[in-house]
Every structure is written in structure tokens, then in C-alpha cells.
């Protein structure tokens, strides 16, 4: 315990010549030590003593406020003493008393000011300084509200935090939710672990009911002892209620940049990798919603490998001796890469004979300390935790080129495609969304789509088996949707011979859902337009299997985006099979020169491919022949 403090041991320094509360509170107290905060209203209490002990008038009313302002200084006291203890793994947390310090100082400042207008005066000062006793009153409650607000600060200290949960301390009686949040985050820096806990799971509750709350919860400094107590293994409900809470503050990208700076990442990586189920699942969904609404979080967990534990996570328990998943069927390659990366594990020795299984079991820190307690979890506790890891892959593979090769590096698309053969509902959602970010990403990406995508590549057959499963037999448009536009992205990957492809998806064209249908047309663009290569070869394989009829019928009907669509899909089938029979009998020169106008002009990138469509439709039919110069675009 460090020594009481005196009024002598604050030097001149410390105290600025005038006394101006407004410049004061500009003042960025963070920067100032608390013991330094502190030793300006203690001085001031002095001061405002010896102004006491000289005032000529209202006496009494002066004598009064020297004993309010002898309690402040006492609790001033008391507060530095406490500030500047040290309690073996505990941190003091100054938030609440650096405010109320600050208020405390204000009302101190008040205070001296108003009793040295009642000292000895000269005759013409006593006529132009007048002092009421209203003045007294007034000051009176102000300095009655700060010897509250000390009260309150010092039993959430001298408790551990959780004194100060029943009383509302007068700074805080017009936002009630900030003398809660300063309990909280007081008892999770200096209370006892079941006191943490509590307070953990109480801040979560608060962060969940609105964008204030959680922002009141960040600016307080909660993320610092909410990631301490994530990282303390030695309570289970501690990370629990910990990740959780931090899940309710990461809905923002500010909030979530401040878990970033506060070096957040590593600590969520670690518990991650080496942590029993329920807590996985719950840093498994801070890492979705950190990824989800933040860009730079995307780069810093794939900076941590955080994929390769979640890769591992979703694995668990799958029958890694199926046939798609023997290690005779990778690459030398693919076997001497993971043997390099499981050696600086130090995990196994490298040798053909480590199975894959070895692979998926890794852990990220620990090497799975808790495998057997994960092997003796309850069935739906399993299932939540692969949920979850499917969302957060999701969710880091969403628009990242780099986190979706890292995901395909992991062996990962093996597991999703299987996962999506096996599984339904949340799970085979969430995995068929990952798999349709991968493919997003590998159409934008050539070295992403020609290394992971090839034709012989188990992975790559695996997932296109699964989505063309789900095309056919799903009866959920969301799923439909998914596999549809994964496809559509890897349409430049199909040869010429691979018509398996298009014919799903030509059926779907007459889809009794008119955004299936829409999402149909899309794909089937991707694999007509003239930036794919085989655009001629797949136009004709479109039309063959009778893809046109359906067409005009979106066409004809439909919404803005329908019509949109559609009429890109019939241009390019024109500028590629202009010669097709089966497009003059459909009539798809007549329902291209019939396009509004106004839609084109709505829609300009439709007007070139417009005009060529009907360049080349005017060339075999020649009873259109003399149509172009009537209706250019």
C-alpha cells in the first residue's frame, strides 16, 4: 500500500496558475497519470480551507462548505491510495474516477471562488461583489453530489466492482447505463473470477440491446479486460460469456478496429485453436462478425491462420477414409507441403505413411488438448461448432481472393463439398455459401481458378458434383440460388464436352421462382458472353437443349432485372448462333427489336450487345434484313 499522500507532496508544477474549469476539461486526462489527476482538487481542498478560515461574512455557509469539501479531500485521499496499490493480477481501472475527478474539480473550483468573495474586502469590493445565500445553496448541492459520486467510485473499488450496482451515483442519473458499464468493467479488472464472469455476461446483455450500449461499453474500455478474460483458460464460463459479449460489440467496423488494436486477434486465434467446444462456438461466431463488418479484420485473422483451425473444427468427426479424401489421390506435391507445415509443429515425423486424418486433427496452438473431451461432446453441440466455423469461412472467404485460396491451401473444399453431400440445413447452407464465395473468387482470380479448379482436381469434381446435386434435387430456392451463381462462376473452367453443366441449368430457366430462373440466366451468360473463351460452343449447347422457349418466356414477363438479364443471355445466344433455326421459330429477332427504347437507354451496357445481336439474326434471316436501319438503338 503506498503511502498516504500530503498536500506538500504536490509541487507547483502539477497545478495550472489560473483556475479555468472549461480549458481544464479540454484537457486530454487520459494522457495524465491519475495520481497527477487527483493532486489538483486535493490541492484545491486546501486552498479552499485556508479561504474558509479568512472569510469575514456568511460564516456559517463557509464553514459548511469546508467540511464538504475536508470529506471530498479525505475520499480524494483515499482514491490516490487506491489507484496507486497494487493487488497481484488485477488491474486498476480509472475510467469512472478520472471522470468523476474531473466533476469533483469543477465544483471544487466553485468553491473557491465563492468563499474568497466573503474575506475582508475594502468598502467599493463589498458593493460590486455581492453574495447571496442562494449562491451557498446552489454550491452546496453541487459539492453534496460530488462527495455522492466519490462515495460510489470508492465502494466500486473497495468491492471489486460489484458495490455499485444497486445505487446510481449522481453523474450518472440522466444515463443510468454508464454507472452500469463502469460496475462491470471495474469487477472484470479487479474482481474475483465468478464476479468477472458475471459482469461479462451483464455487459453482453447490455450490448445486445442497442448500438448506444455497445458503444458506451468500447469507449468505457471494456474490449481490454473482456479479451483478458477470454484468453483465461481456467474458466470455461469466462471465455464463454467473454466472446459473446465481444460478439455483440463487433457489429461495427470501428468497434470491431478497436478489438483489432487491441490486439485481439491473436488472443481469439489462440483460444480458437485450443479451447473445449462450447467455447470454440462462441469465438467461432467473433470471428464470423469480425470478418463480416470489418475488411481489415478479413486480413489480420488470415494473417493469424485462422483458417486452418476452422478448416480443422469443421472436419472433425468426418469420414476422412472416404475415397475423395485417401492420400493416394493428392498430389507428391500436396503430401511434402503438408508434411512441411505439420513438422514446424512439430506434430509427426514426414513419412508417406501420415494420413490425412493426421492433417485435419491438427490443432493451432495446443495440438488438441481437448480431442478427447470433443470426442465425448453431445451430437448437437458438434453440429453448432461446425455451424459456426462454416460461417466464419463464409464470412472470411467473402469477397477476399486471398482467404478463399488459403481456404482451398487447407484442403477445405473437400471438406465443404462433402459436408454439403452429407448434411442439410444451417450447416449445408453456411458451407454451400463458402464454396460460392471460393468460386466468386476464382472467377475474378485466374491463378486462383487455374490452380484450384483444373479439370482433374478432385476437390475441384467433388464441389461441382455437390452443386449440380443441389441444382437438380433442392427443393430450397436460397440453396438453388447459391449453387447456381458458384457455377455460373466457374463456367470458364468447363471444356466444351462437360453439356452435364448446362443442362441444369437451361431447365431451371423455367423455374416456377422467378429469381432461380433470373439467377439461371446469369450463369448461363457467364458461359455465352464472348469473354469465355468456348462462348460459340456453350451457345449451342444452350439452344440444344432447348433453352430458348423458357428464355422468351422471361422475356415476355418478368420483372426489370428479369427482362435485363434475359435480353443479355438472347444476345449473346444471337452474336454466337445467329444461324439457329430454333431462334427464328422462337421469334427472338422480333422480341429484340421490340425493346423499349427507354429500358436501353436505362441499361446502355445492353445497347451494344442489342445491336450486334441483331446484325447477326439480320444476316441468316433474311426476312429481317432491312429491320436495322428501322431500329437502331
Known amino acids: 500500500m503506498a503511502a498516504k499522500p500530503s498536500s506538500t507532496a504536490v509541487t507547483p508544477a502539477m497545478i495550472p496558475q489560473k483556475l479555468q474549469p472549461q480549458k481544464q476539461a479540454s484537457i486530454d486526462l487520459q494522457e495524465k497519470r491519475i495520481e497527477e489527476l487527483l493532486s489538483f482538487p486535493i490541492l484545491l481542498s486546501d486552498q479552499i480551507a485556508e479561504a474558509v478560515n479568512e472569510a469575514d461574512s456568511f460564516k456559517l455557509d463557509c464553514s459548511e462548505v469546508g467540511k ?27 475510467r469512472p474516477l478520472r471522470r468523476i475527478a474531473t466533476e469533483v474539480s469543477k465544483n471544487l473550483d466553485k468553491s473557491l471562488i465563492l468563499v474568497k468573495k ?31 459520486d466519490m462515495k460510489w467510485v470508492l465502494s466500486i473499488f473497495d468491492s471489486g466492482g460489484t458495490g455499485g450496482g444497486i445505487t446510481l451515483p449522481p453523474i450518472a442519473s440522466n444515463d443510468p447505463i454508464i454507472s452500469w458499464v463502469w460496475s462491470f468493467i471495474a469487477s472484470l479488472h479487479m474482481g474475483q473470477l465468478p464476479d468477472k464472469v458475471e459482469a461479462a455476461n451483464e455487459l453482453a446483455s447490455l450490448a445486445r440491446d442497442n448500438d448506444r450500449n455497445k458503444q458506451i461499453i468500447v469507449e468505457e474500455g471494456g474490449v481490454s479486460p473482456l479479451l483478458k478474460l477470454l484468453k483465461d483458460s481456467s474458466s470455461v464460463e469466462g471465455q464463454t460469456a467473454a466472446a459473446s459479449a465481444l460478439m455483440n460489440l463487433a457489429n461495427d467496423k470501428e468497434r470491431v478496429q478497436t478489438i483489432i488494436d487491441g490486439l485481439g486477434i491473436p488472443v481469439i486465434v489462440q483460444v480458437l485453436g485450443d479451447s473445449p467446444m462450447k467455447v470454440q462456438i462462441k469465438v467461432a461466431n467473433l470471428v464470423a462478425t469480425m470478418a463480416k463488418h470489418c475488411p481489415h479484420a478479413q486480413e489480420d485473422f488470415a494473417r493469424e491462420n485462422v483458417i486452418r483451425p476452422l478448416v480443422t ?33 512439430n506434430l509427426y515425423k514426414p513419412g508417406l505413411g501420415s494420413s490425412l486424418s493426421m492433417h485435419y486433427s491438427e490443432g493451432s496452438s495446443k495440438g488438441g488438448n481437448h480431442r478427447k473431451e470433443r470426442e465425448n461432446e453431445k451430437p448437437e453441440v458438434k453440429l453448432q461448432l461446425k455451424i459456426s466455423c462454416a460461417e466464419a469461412l463464409w464470412m472470411l472467404a467473402r469477397g477476399s481472393v486471398p482467404n478463399s ?43 486462383l481458378r487455374r490452380a484450384t479448379f483444373k479439370t482433374n482436381s478432385p476437390a475441384a469434381k467433388a464441389v461441382v458434383d455437390q452443386l449440380l ?53 446469369i450463369s448461363l451468360g457467364k458461359f455465352a458472353c464472348p469473354e469465355n473463351f468456348l462462348c460459340v460452343e456453350h451457345s449451342k449447347t444452350i439452344i440444344e437443349f432447348r433453352g430458348v422457349p423458357p428464355l422468351m418466356g422471361l422475356l415476355r414477363g418478368g420483372s426489370e432485372r428479369v427482362q435485363l438479364h434475359a435480353l443479355m443471355l438472347a444476345s449473346y445466344l444471337a452474336i454466337n448462333a445467329g444461324k439457329s433455326e430454333e431462334l427464328e421459330r422462337a421469334g427472338v429477332l422480333n422480341a429484340i427489336e421490340g425493346v423499349d427504347r427507354a429500358f436501353v437507354a436505362q441499361h446502355p451496357e445492353l445497347k451494344e450487345w442489342l445491336s450486334q445481336a441483331i446484325i447477326h439474326l439480320s444476316v441468316f434471316h433474311q426476312s429481317h ?7 437502331p438503338f
Open 405 to 447: 485460396r488459403r481456404i482451398t491451401e487447407t484442403k477445405g473444399l473437400l471438406c465443404l463439398a462433402k459436408l454439403v453431400e452429407t448434411e442439410e440445413g444451417e450447416l449445408q447452407y453456411n458451407c454451400l455459401m463458402t464454396i460460392m464465395e471460393i468460386t466468386a473468387a476464382a472467377e475474378s482470380n485466374p491463378d
Open 313 to 345: 473444427l469443421l472436419s472433425f468427426d468426418l469420414f476422412v477414409d472416404d475415397h475423395k479424401l485417401k492420400i493416394g489421390k493428392q498430389s507428391i506435391h500436396s503430401i511434402v507441403q503438408i508434411n512441411k507445415e505439420m513438422e514446424k509443429k
Open 68 to 94: 464538504q469539501v475536508e470529506r471530498l479531500c479525505q475520499m480524494l485521499r483515499s482514491a490516490v491510495r487506491l489507484a496507486t496499490s497494487t493487488t497481484a493480477g488485477a488491474t486498476f481501472y480509472d
Open 118 to 148: 466573503c474575506r475582508r474586502r475594502s468598502i467599493l469590493r463589498r458593493v460590486v461583489t455581492i453574495v447571496s445565500a442562494a449562491d451557498f445553496r446552489k454550491l452546496l448541492l453541487l459539492l453534496e453530489s460530488s462527495v455522492a
Open 625 to 631: 434484313s432491312g429491320m436495322l436501319a428501322q431500329r
Open 469 to 521: 446435386r443441389v441444382i437438380k434435387e433442392s427443393s430450397d430456392p436460397g440453396l438453388q440460388i447459391a449453387a447456381i451463381r458458384a457455377v455460373g462462376c466457374l463456367s470458364r473452367t468447363f471444356p466444351a464436352r462437360e453439356t452435364r453443366v448446362i443442362g441444369p441449368l437451361v431447365e431451371l430457366l423455367g423455374h416456377r421462382n422467378t429469381d432461380v430462373a433470373t439467377e439461371a440466366a
